[in-house]
Each structure stands twice: as C-alpha cells, then as structure tokens.
C-alpha cells in the first residue's frame, strides 16, 4: 500500500470531483482524485456495443447549462443538436395515436387547457420559490408534505391532464412514481431548469449533445489533470479528521485528514466527497458524521431508469415524418427520441422505462423484456422499430457505484426538513454532486457548479 500527501483528496471521479480538482489545481493546490471504478464520468459513460456507440448515461445539454457548455468549449469539445424535425408522436390514454407539432400534446381541447393550467400554476410556484433554496419558502411545508401526485389532483379533474404532466418530472427527470416526492422537490427541478414551461419543452431540455460523447468531458479534464491525480481502482473506504477525542468541535482547519482506499492512503487538509448522497454511507467517517447528517442522508434516494438503446440500418421514423420523438404516459416506454449520433448513419432510438415499470420488467427474462420494450417503441414509430440491429439496455441500478438513475432526490417531507443541511461542511469534509445542486440539478451543468462551489470553500474564496 503507497502513501502519498496532498493539500486535498477528492472522492470520486464524475464531473464534480473532476471540476473539484481543476478548480483547485489551477489555484496552485496539490490534489489527488481517487476513483473507485476503472474509468472516470461516473454517471456519464459511453461504450461501443455491438459496433454502435451508445452513451450508456448522462448526454444532454440545455442552452441554460452554461457551466457545462462553457467547460465543454474551455476543452476543445464540439456540440451537435439533437435531429427533431418532422412530426411527434403522442399516445393517447385510450390507446389512440396522434401525430403533433410543437411542444403541447394534441389531447383534447378541455385536457390541453387543463395541462396549460397545471403548467401555469407550476411556473408561478418555480418564480416564486426557485432552485437556490425552496426549503426557505414559507410555503415550503405546506408544499413539500403532499405528494406531485395528489396535488397535481387536487389542481384538476382531468385524470389524463394530470398523468401527462405527472411523466415530465415522475418518469421523465427524478425516475420514482409522482406519489413518492412532494410538489416542493417537483417545483426544486424545474426551477434548476429555468421553469415548468422549460421542463415539458423536449427541444429545450434536450437540446445538444457533445460529438464523441458526454464522458468525454471528464475523460479530457482527467487526461489534463494527469495520473499523478487521477487514481482509478481506488474505492475510499475511511475519511479520518478528528483528534483521539473525536469530537467535531475540535477541528482546525489545515490539521490532517487521512483518506484510506483500497490501494492508496492520502494525508492531506481537506477533503471534498464527489459521490451521490446515497454512497456517503458506504465510507466509514472517523469520527462519524453528525446525527443530522446520519439522518438526512437516509432519505436521499436514487430513482430508477432503464435507458434503452435500439439502433436500426437507417432512421426509418425519419422517412415518414416523424422526428422520432413521442410521449405515452400509459406506455412502457413513456418517452422516445431519436439518438443517432452524429455523423453517423444508422438511426438510433432511445426509450426509458422507469420506476415501477422497470421493477417489473427487471423481473422479466431478458429476452421478454426486450420484446415488451421494443413493442412499446413500435406503438410510436410502426413496426420497424421492433427489428433494431443492435440493443442496450443501461442498468446503472447494478452499478455498484451508483445504485439507481438518473440521480437522488428526497422522500416525501425530506427536503424541507433536510434541505439547507445537505452541503453544511464536516469539519474539513465538504461535499459536491449534481444531487445537491440548485442550477442543474441533478445534471452534468449542476455537478460542474457543485465542484467548482466546494473547491472554491476549500480556497477560501466563497465562490467563483
Ligand atoms: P457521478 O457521476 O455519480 O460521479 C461520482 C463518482 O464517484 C463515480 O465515478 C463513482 O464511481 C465514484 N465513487 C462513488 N463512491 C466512491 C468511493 N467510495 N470511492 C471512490 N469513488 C467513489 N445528466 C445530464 O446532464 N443530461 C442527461 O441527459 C442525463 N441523462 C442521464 C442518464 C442516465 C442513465 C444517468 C444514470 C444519468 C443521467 N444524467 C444526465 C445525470 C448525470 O449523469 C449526473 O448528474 C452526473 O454524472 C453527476 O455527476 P457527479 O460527479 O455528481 O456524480
């Protein structure tokens, strides 16, 4: 086993660690990342499978995730737009199917008024309480003790109203079922988004992607950083501050730390953890973390999300019409877009099965998963879509290092009551992650922000 000393370790190799350290290593700091998996992106992966190169995780940039697209131009890295012209599809709640243009479903007229009131009601509430912290809201009880499910029906009436815009945040961004979060924790990510109005918008949300893959963001500030830095295979297992007395109280800032992995021991002033809220629990803190800390961080959970991945000869969709692009709030496969990359010319498609639709196809064989799967995408885009040459199925709930897609977001309750704590320091323990962001949550841009926040604390320099 090596022991090395740096001014600061940081836990994890995923854009907020990464961002962490070249924060702090411009700043003339000593840094060594250490990274239990063998690669670097966390959360952000791409992998040729079968000869197609897919993005196994995160992909998509907004045009208000400026951190992100500034550090992706700061690193040479080039973006391209996701193909969107032609037709949408919608299915409705009686199975019928419907083809569209712009953003509002063609549902009926009484169900669009009923979603454009819901969306106006959510925007009011995102002005009002916003990303940076909902918790201070007055009305940040109130809103965070009743499920998105229930208010969004104690807004309307209109059951299929109320489902359709139940996916963009249950299904479609914190991935659990809508009676499992509170409107507050709804209002905190679409406020990271700029509003409800830019949450439903597909062609805002997923507006760009970077040519040769998102994780080639960390990938590139990784290589920059180099391997006297980067330590892969390196799962930390113990974070030691405090004097034999193990009291908190105790610390003084620049007193050692020590970070001890599997492979490498680091002595250094302060630590910054870059891993998800739901893994803090799988690094022995010395002394252990406060009782609020021990508690808040029991109901930070990860959602569920099976990201598939088909990719066909050609983009057949394109051919009649359609820009591949479709939402079913009844269906397996609540969502699909086409995912070709760029330059490339087979079409690839990409559907989410997610929360307790996944459970139960998870419990499927293989090979009836995929069936059921690519039926779903065939309800949109005709029966083409079931004959994909090749196909993927992203399971980062295996993932020992992640444990569940896309991020973290509290239980019902939790994020008022827990909400201001979950970036108050430990000792000489910060924490950074897209899961804690206000901008960007739960996204690479709020990852970014959360790295650049904590090394500039460590700094002493309040923010950048
Ligand atoms: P992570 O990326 O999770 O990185 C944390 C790192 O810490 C990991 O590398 C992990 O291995 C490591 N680690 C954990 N425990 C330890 C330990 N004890 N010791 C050492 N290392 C440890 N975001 C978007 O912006 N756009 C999208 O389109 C999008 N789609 C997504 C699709 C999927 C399927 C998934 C899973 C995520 C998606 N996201 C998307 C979310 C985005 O990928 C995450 O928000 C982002 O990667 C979070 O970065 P992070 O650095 O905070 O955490």
Same mark, same amino acid.
């Given at each position: 086993e090596t022991a090395i000393e740096r001014d600061v370790v940081v836990v994890g190799a995923g854009p907020a660690g990464l961002m962490a350290a070249r924060t702090l290593v411009a700043a003339g700091r000593t840094v060594a990342v250490l990274e239990a998996r063998d690669r670097v992106g966390g959360r952000t992966w791409s992998k040729t499978v079968d000869g197609a190169f897919l993005e196994i995780g995160g992909q998509w940039i907004s045009p208000d995730q400026t951190a992100l697209l500034a550090l992706v131009d700061e690193l040479g890295l080039e973006t391209y737009q996701r193909y969107r012209e032609g037709e949408s599809v919608y299915l409705a709640p009686d199975g019928t199917r419907h083809t569209y243009t +712009? %953003?509002? &479903?063609?549902?009926?007229e009484s169900t669009i008024a009923e979603m454009e009131k819901l969306i106006a009601l959510l925007d009011g509430l995102v002005a009002e309480i916003g990303a940076t912290e909902p918790w201070a809201h007055p009305a940040a009880r109130e809103l965070d003790t009743i499920s998105f499910h229930h208010w969004l029906r104690q807004h309307s009436d209109d059951e299929a109203a109320c489902s359709n815009i139940g996916i963009f945040v249950? +299904? +479609?961004?914190?991935?659990?079922?809508?009676?499992? &979060? %509170?409107v507050l924790q709804a209002v905190l990510m679409a406020a990271s988004a700029g509003s409800f109005s830019n949450l439903v918008d597909e062609d805002f949300i997923l507006d760009r992607r970077v040519v040769g893959g998102m994780q080639s963001v960390s990938e590139t500030m990784a290589a920059e950083l180099g391997e006297d830095v980067v330590f892969l295979d390196t799962p930390v297992r113990t974070i030691r501050w405090a004097g034999a007395d193990g009291t908190y109280a105790e610390h003084v800032p620049g007193t050692p730390v020590t970070v001890w992995s599997d492979r490498l021991t680091v002595r250094a002033k302060d630590v910054v953890v870059a891993v998800p809220p739901n893994l803090y629990s799988r690094i022995s803190f010395e002394p252990p973390l406060p009782r609020l800390q021990h508690q808040m961080h029991q109901h930070q959970s990860l959602g569920l999300v099976i990201k598939v991945h088909a990719v066909y000869e050609t983009p057949f969709w394109r051919d009649k019409g359609l820009s591949g692009t479709g939402f079913g709030a009844h269906e397996l496969s609540q969502e699909v877009y086409d995912n070709t990359n760029h330059g490339d010319p087979r079409g690839t498609l990409v559907g989410f099965v997610s929360d307790e639709r996944a459970d139960e196809l998870f419990g499927l064989p293989a090979e009836e998963r995929r069936r059921l799967i690519l039926e779903s995408l065939s309800h949109y885009l005709g029966e083409e879509a079931l004959h994909p040459v090749v196909y993927y199925e992203s399971d980062f709930g295996s993932e020992e290092w992640t444990r569940g897609a896309y991020a973290a977001s509290y239980d019902l309750g939790g994020l008022h009551r827990y909400g201001a704590h979950q970036r108050t320091p430990v000792g000489p323990i910060r924490w950074a992650c897209s899961d804690l962001a206000a901008e960007g949550y739960q996204h690479v841009d709020g990852a970014l922000r959360q790295g650049r926040l904590a090394a500039a604390e460590v700094l002493g320099a309040g923010s950048l």
């Open positions: +712009g %953003s509002m &479903f063609p549902a009926g249950a +299904g +479609g961004m914190l991935t659990k079922p809508a009676h499992a &979060f %509170s």
